[in-house]
């Protein structure tokens, strides 16, 4: 498409390892496509330009990498000086520069860091009940005593979670120390692709070292902290992610609009949203699913039976009614066209001044234009007709096949799949608790099946 590429120099094409260069390099070749700077111009087939533009290539990597090494040599030199590298401190704490020296290291931030020795406390100690007797809480409880108490949420989220609490529970910072490479980047090759994720590092990489920065928190406490975390079994947002539930991505609270969470108990599972400052009550997972289900098979059937007795005439009839219009608004361009010429041609004989002839071309012009767009617009509706009479087609049997095969899936995964091929999302609504030894159902669910956007339907 391009003749060529203008750039300030041939390095600013540099990109990746050497498999990515030799792509950009041969996209150029075999696209014949021109680089101009300002100092040189390359012509990609020409033998001598290519080795050049090669060689370019070739050093500024080198180059990068030489740099990339010695920033990074530099920053576990300060690590292991006890300086704070990362880029933002942790909660309690804001980052200062060191006097008389390079780098950076942490000061504590007054109210934060009392909220930070707060948090450790009620984890490890607890409060004291009534009886004089001390009650610990969990990261959820935690979460939502400082939502209550209007406590600012850490990086300015809105509210404090579990996630923020662990976060901070788990950080060693607070002990004093700093740490480095606790995380990295990983390449890995799925379907023939490379992606990239982040993974713990191996514990030769990883650093821990004294921070030159005071601590917020006592060593015997981070300790208590992190037995309790591990024999609580606590896991993170991550790891909780792989268990399995058919309905991830599907429901969504209708008071808040996060996604709902499930959790196993004995002899079941809940459905509940993981907001906490949320007011929706939580439920049996079995009675929704079941509920949901129920719901397909019922929007099928008035489905069926709407579009057996529809047919497809409607909007076979609008897509005609558009498409004459496209036709009618070609023709008027082309007369308009013809207007157009004919204002020059007048002009140049001298019957319009050239006000009147500036005012008439530009009336026409905009007439054109106007034309134009009407013309793109219905051009986009068809395919929107053409689209959703093409998925109502298709949603009835995917509809159908979910409801004859589901209960018999046996992954949660499989399930999930499915359950997005029909629908959109599903909305939970639950204000109040379930009455005792009612059948739990007092919520509301409601369905949005995958239909391209229409006002009708
Ligand atoms: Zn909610």
Redesign the pocket.
Known sequence: MWDGVLVMEVERLARGDTIDQGIVAQTFKYSDTMIITPIKDYKPNDEFDEEYFEFGLFMSRREYKTINRRLQRGRLASVKEGKYVASRPPYGYERVRIEHDKGFTLRPVGDEADIVRFIFQLYTTGEKQEGGSYHKLGMGAIAKRLNEMHIPAPNGASHWQDGTVRVILKNPTYLGKVRWKTNKTQKKVVDGRVKKERVPSSADERVLTNGIHPPLIDESVFLLAQDIMSSKGSVSIQERKTIANPLAGVLT??????T?ARHPVPGGAILY?P?NI???VSSKYDIVEARLLQGISDWLKDYRLMWETAQSDDITSAVEIKEKAIAKAKHDISTLEKQLARTHDLLEQGVYTTETFLERSRSISARIEQAKSDIASLVSEIEVDRIREESKKTIIPKAERLLDVYASLPSAEDKNKLLKEVLEKAVYVKEKRSPRGSAGDNFELTLYPKLPYSSDK
């Not at 609270?253 to 996060?258: E, M, P």
């Open positions: 609270c209708g008071l808040c609009g996060r709902m949203c907001n949320c007011r929706s």
